[in-house]
């Protein structure tokens, strides 16, 4: 079967998005640590849809990565990896775009994805599936390299992280540009697609928390302020 380079339009990748979002045993809300794991579930999903997916990676292993989220909730992490993919946009050029449902309502762009984790554009790379990024022998987490196991240990750790007390059962998420624009489209009526996209998840919000929300679902005092923690 020859391989798709892209996903076909920007409604395809929300759609796609949010069948990986809520899915089960993935601890999106697991905030100290899966990204690696997750990164590599999410890639192979896609690479079994016939996508080109390579990875991006944010590395700042002196002064961290420090994320504030819409719930007002403080993680910092030495490093963060997502998948990303090219998505044919409303204009017909293609963009990269990646898949974080951990941070992100939609597909999210470059800039979206660094500016909310305060990275250096010195310290982020958009690299090939088993590319390393510079500096590191790893291509799974920066200090591991893929292997034939890998798939099942990520699948096996997301699982004990989901089991975590400390694991968000409801996580807030930052609003994308993806998903307003289809929203907005959507509401206009200019598509006859059946298929109905949701501002909120079963498992994310996006923006900002009721109060009650917070109490309910949040714990601030669990991040562990600079340490090096995983992203």
């Known amino acids: 079967?020859?391989?798709k380079h892209h996903i076909e339009s920007l409604r395809s990748a929300l759609q796609l998005f949010d069948e990986i979002a809520d899915m089960p045993n993935m601890a999106f809300g697991f905030r100290k640590s899966g990204c690696g794991e997750a990164a590599h579930i999410i890639g192979h999903m896609m690479m079994a849809k016939q996508l080109h997916v390579g990875k991006i990676w944010a590395i700042d292993s002196k002064n961290g990565l420090d994320v504030l989220r819409p719930d007002k909730v403080f993680s910092k992490w030495w490093y963060h990896v997502a998948p990303i993919?090219?998505?044919?946009?409303?204009?017909?050029?293609?963009?990269?775009l990646i898949f974080d449902p951990g941070l992100f309502d939609g597909p999210a762009e470059i800039h979206e994805w660094v500016k909310v984790m305060h990275a250096q554009n010195a310290h982020v790379e958009t690299l090939r599936w088993r590319q390393s990024p510079k500096g590191y022998k790893g291509n799974y987490t920066p200090d591991e390299r893929i292997t034939a196991a890998t798939i099942f240990n990520a699948r096996a750790q997301l699982r004990e992280f989901e089991n975590d007390k400390e694991t968000q059962k409801l996580r807030a998420v930052?609003?994308?540009?993806?998903?307003?624009?289809?929203?907005?489209?959507?509401?206009?009526?200019?598509n006859d697609n059946d298929f109905v996209f949701k501002r909120h998840g079963e498992t994310w919000r996006a923006g900002n928390f009721r109060k009650n929300d917070v109490q309910k679902y949040l714990v601030a005092k669990d991040m562990l302020f600079g340490h090096r923690t995983l992203g």
């Not at 409303?90 to 963009?95: A, D, M, T, Y």
């Not at 930052?174 to 200019?190: I, P, Y």
């Open 85 to 96: 993919v090219g998505v044919e946009m409303p204009s017909g050029q293609i963009e990269q």
């Open 174 to 190: 930052f609003k994308s540009n993806a998903r307003k624009a289809v929203m907005a489209e959507q509401n206009r009526g200019t």
């Open 1 to 3: 079967m020859t391989q």
